[in-house]
């Protein structure tokens, strides 16, 4: 029996969903804004600023007298005058016409809330800096600045703005005095625990999800609340889930919502304003390792753009939009920062190759490249006593699965069996050529043959196979003991192929012939996730 969509209790598209889970901090936040703090909330489309804005609101009304006030969004008289009214309006003021935010405060003091804390929280911040009777002028270049200054003639008044690149906005070309003395707050993205709280609906149903649904779950949204959101949203519908589907629950996302996807980059990188944060999201993608200060300051040289972002500012903007992870200090020289693994990383430009096995290499490098990146993403804790181990294949195989769907392969999965076969089977275009690729963790089930199991799929079409292995140990003659374990045995014609830059230890191009005569030939790859922090 299918599941009742109306009972459906996930909405990605819905700032008050049905499920949610406390956000990390609001206790913080709410003593400080208490206490006639200000700050600024910095996050990327997508990671609950609205949804932080409304604990943080129930928290500050458990604190006596406080009394906040949630202003979702500008008014619809987008002018100083009118942010002013709505300000005294969501007070019950009483003015006829107010000259500023102090004669509102001050009169909302001496009203019935006399001895009160007042705590602003205004979300899409970033709106109050983008519209007006001129780019030059927006109101809210006056209203806060206003503002601002009130809270510093009234200790009993907290403000909190929430935004993106747009604060940036305030503070390097509105000139913002709300910005000088604001404390900066952001939120993180979902981790595996928050992840799977948010799934308890499906064990209260009697159908819960099992571990490796929900680790697929945290690659391929990388925590995002909105993209977690949707996953759950669309896995509700299915009477039983499975790893397989995750990777085209997500790439089906990005045709039906490419719009958010859009509105998720220009959150932190609106070339309009700065080709910074960009440039060095490309710079920290295509790293292997730690990045030297010297690159990152040559990445935020921009010539065009009206902000002037430095290297702590773009790492701050983009570890709030949940893209990277920064190890250690930002401070550093060089700089520990890792891309988090999700879709919203994945490469999106296929090789040009035309020959399918060419393409292939080329996009698997990419793919296995980003992986390797984001390393860390791929462990979960061990049983009690043991360290980090591991995803499943089944985790790896849908992370590389969504990653070819976003390139623009035509992508098949097998549900796991009970041999845990996870291979994928790829179309480019309308061509009907195919390949496949088998993905192995080092020293796990039958990895010896892996060759062998790609062979078993070859049939009339498939044009080009691939093997991928992998694994999270120090092995500086893995190499050799591949060939020596893997290849050698089974009397394969192998020639080496590896690039030294590249993160991944070793390729092999292999060929071999099936019994009913058919040319095989594999790439094999050696990967080595590192563990990271």
């Known amino acids: 029996m299918l599941p009742d969509p109306s009972m459906n209790p996930y909405d990605w598209r819905r700032h008050r969903p049905q499920v949610e889970i406390a956000r990390l901090g609001v206790e913080e936040v709410a003593a400080d804004l208490s206490r006639g703090g200000s700050g600024v909330l910095l996050a990327g489309r997508g990671l609950g600023k609205s949804v932080f804005l409304r604990q943080l609101r129930a928290e500050l009304e458990r604190h006596p007298g406080v009394r906040p006030v949630l202003l979702p969004a500008p008014p619809a008289e987008l002018t100083v005058r009118g942010l002013i009214r709505e300000l005294a309006r969501r007070l019950g003021v009483d003015l006829e016409e107010p000259s500023g935010t102090h004669e509102v405060i001050e009169a909302w003091l001496d009203g019935p809330d006399v001895g009160q804390r007042l705590v602003l929280l205004y979300d899409e911040f970033d709106r109050y800096g983008r519209s007006g009777s001129s780019p030059a002028d927006p109101p809210g270049r006056d209203f806060f600045n206003n503002l601002e200054l009130t809270r510093r003639d009234f200790s009993e008044l907290g403000i909190l703005a929430a935004?993106?690149?747009?604060?940036?906005?305030?503070?390097?070309?509105?000139?913002?005095?709300?910005?000088?003395?604001?404390?900066?707050?952001?939120?993180?993205?979902?981790?595996?625990?928050?992840?799977?709280?948010?799934?308890?609906p499906f064990a209260e149903q009697g159908r819960p999800l099992s571990s490796e649904i929900l680790?697929?779950?945290?690659?391929?949204?990388?925590?995002?609340?909105?993209?977690?959101?949707?996953?759950?949203?669309?896995?509700?519908?299915?009477?039983?889930?499975?790893?397989?589907?995750?990777?085209?629950?997500?790439?089906?996302?990005?045709?039906?919502?490419?719009?958010?996807?859009?509105?998720?980059?220009?959150?932190?990188?609106?070339?309009?304003?700065?080709?910074?944060?960009?440039?060095?999201?490309?710079?920290?993608?295509?790293?292997?390792?730690?990045?030297?200060?010297?690159?990152?300051?040559?990445?935020?040289?921009?010539?065009?753009?009206?902000?002037?972002?430095?290297?702590?500012?773009?790492?701050?903007?983009?570890?709030?939009?949940?893209?990277?992870?920064?190890?250690?200090?930002?401070?550093?020289?060089?700089?520990?920062?890792?891309?988090?693994?999700?879709?919203?990383?994945?490469?999106?430009?296929?090789?040009?190759?035309?020959?399918?096995?060419?393409?292939?290499?080329?996009?698997?490098?990419?793919?296995?490249?980003?992986?390797?990146?984001?390393?860390?993403?791929?462990?979960?804790?061990?049983?009690?006593?043991?360290?980090?181990?591991?995803?499943?294949?089944?985790?790896f195989s849908t992370f590389l699965s969504l990653g070819f769907d976003l390139l623009g392969y035509q992508v098949?999965?097998?549900?796991?069996?009970?041999?845990?076969?996870?291979?994928?089977?790829?179309?480019?275009?309308?061509?009907?050529?195919?390949?496949?690729?088998?993905?192995?963790?080092?020293?796990r089930a039958d990895y010896r043959r892996a060759h062998r199991q790609v062979e078993s799929y070859w049939s009339e079409g498939v044009a080009a196979g691939a093997v991928v292995m992998i694994t999270d140990a120090e092995l500086a003659d893995w190499p050799e003991v591949y060939r020596a374990t893997c290849l050698d045995p089974l009397g394969l014609a192998c020639e080496p192929d590896h690039d030294p830059s590249s993160p991944i230890r070793a390729r092999f191009r292999c060929a071999s012939t099936t019994a009913d005569g058919m040319a095989v030939r594999v790439d094999h790859f050696l990967v080595r996730v590192p563990r990271g922090r």
Not at 166 to 176: E, H, K, Q
Not at 183 to 192: A, H
């Open 412 to 443: 098949q999965r097998e549900a796991q069996s009970a041999a845990g076969r996870t291979d994928l089977r790829l179309r480019w275009n309308s061509s009907e050529e195919r390949a496949v690729v088998e993905v192995k963790i080092w020293g």
């Open 215 to 395: 680790e697929a779950v945290y690659l391929a949204s990388g925590g995002n609340p909105a993209l977690v959101t949707y996953g759950f949203e669309s896995l509700w519908l299915r009477p039983a889930a499975d790893v397989s589907e995750i990777a085209e629950i997500y790439a089906r996302f990005k045709s039906e919502y490419g719009e958010f996807l859009s509105d998720f980059r220009l959150s932190f990188s609106d070339p309009a304003l700065s080709e910074a944060p960009q440039r060095i999201w490309e710079l920290v993608q295509s790293s292997s390792g730690p990045i030297c200060r010297a690159d990152l300051k040559e990445a935020c040289v921009s010539p065009n753009g009206i902000l002037r972002l430095d290297v702590a500012d773009v790492l701050d903007l983009l570890e709030a939009s949940g893209l990277i992870r920064i190890v250690g200090s930002a401070d550093a020289d060089p700089v520990t920062v890792r891309p988090i693994a999700s879709m919203l990383s994945l490469p999106r430009s296929p090789s040009a190759a035309p020959a399918l096995g060419d393409r292939l290499r080329s996009d698997l490098t990419s793919l296995l490249a980003r992986l390797h990146a984001s390393g860390a993403d791929f462990f979960r804790p061990g049983a009690p006593g043991e360290g980090k181990r591991l995803v499943p294949e089944s985790v």
């Open 163 to 200: 935004g993106s690149i747009g604060v940036f906005v305030f503070r390097d070309s509105l000139g913002s005095s709300l910005l000088a003395r604001a404390k900066r707050i952001r939120i993180r993205p979902f981790d595996p625990g928050q992840i799977e709280r948010l799934a308890r």
